[in-house]
């Protein structure tokens, strides 16, 4: 019984830290905004993917050379990091699939990252974007990914959408102003 309590402790504990670390993110969007310089997306996924120190039932697929883009260095790598995480760690394949690509749009990029995971039912559209709202109990996760991915967007004067079929997966586009 003691090292039952013992761990529920250990988890809650983890829970607070996950918290404060996504809140603090959160709160300190808007105020990156004035560090934008020239970013190499291309550069940035190799180094986001290594990072994720990904198994070999996980392939991840750029079909393109991504553009070149005006941007905070962290706050695009914490915006791709939080889709890529989403499109892992929400598939319950054996072969995870994602693909991450773009369109040049005339004032726009347009960005998506696709999955073949679990996919969401359309009555959670616009609820996975709000702070907190997880729609699984994951002890390890915040329910804030989202909501920090659509403030950034925000902050780049752009928008940020979903497109999901029920056990089909996900496709998760947004645009940044140029």
Same mark, same amino acid.
């Given at each position: 019984?003691? $090292? =039952?309590? #013992?761990?529920?402790?250990?988890?809650n504990?983890? !829970?607070i830290?996950?918290?404060v !670390? &996504?809140i603090?993110?959160?709160?300190t969007?808007d105020?990156?905004k004035?560090?934008?310089? %020239?970013l190499?997306?291309d550069?940035?996924? @190799?180094?986001?993917?290594?990072?994720? %120190?990904?198994?070999?039932?996980?392939?991840?697929?750029?079909? =393109? $050379?991504?553009? %070149? #883009?005006?941007?905070? $260095?962290?706050?695009?790598?914490?915006?791709f990091?939080n889709?890529?995480d989403n499109?892992?760690?929400?598939?319950?394949k054996?072969?995870? +699939?994602? =693909? #991450?690509?773009y369109?040049?749009? +005339?004032?726009?990029w347009k960005?998506?990252v696709k /999955?073949? *995971?679990k *996919?969401?039912d359309? !009555?959670y559209?616009?609820?996975?974007?709000?702070?907190f709202s997880?729609l =699984?109990?994951?002890?390890k996760? &915040? *329910?804030?990914?989202?909501?920090?991915? @659509?403030?950034i967007?925000?902050?780049?004067?752009? /928008?940020?959408w979903?497109?999901?079929?029920? %056990?089909e *997966?996900?496709?998760?586009?947004?645009?940044?102003? $140029?």
């Amino acid at each position: 019984e003691g $090292k =039952e309590r #013992i761990e529920l402790i250990r988890e809650n504990t983890q !829970k607070i830290d996950t918290l404060v !670390k &996504a809140i603090h993110t959160y709160s300190t969007i808007d105020r990156e905004k004035q560090k934008r310089s %020239n970013l190499d997306l291309d550069k940035l996924l @190799k180094t986001i993917l290594k990072e994720f %120190n990904l198994s070999e039932n996980i392939n991840v697929h750029i079909p =393109e $050379k991504l553009p %070149n #883009i005006k941007g905070d $260095k962290n706050i695009m790598e914490q915006l791709f990091t939080n889709l890529i995480d989403n499109s892992i760690k929400f598939n319950g394949k054996e072969n995870k +699939k994602i =693909e #991450i690509g773009y369109s040049d749009e +005339k004032i726009f990029w347009k960005f998506y990252v696709k /999955d073949n *995971g679990k *996919g969401i039912d359309k !009555k959670y559209f616009q609820k996975i974007f709000v702070a907190f709202s997880k729609l =699984e109990n994951d002890y390890k996760s &915040a *329910g804030i990914g989202l909501s920090i991915a @659509k403030k950034i967007v925000d902050v780049y004067k752009g /928008d940020i959408w979903i497109e999901s079929e029920l %056990n089909e *997966g996900s496709t998760f586009y947004f645009t940044l102003k $140029k």
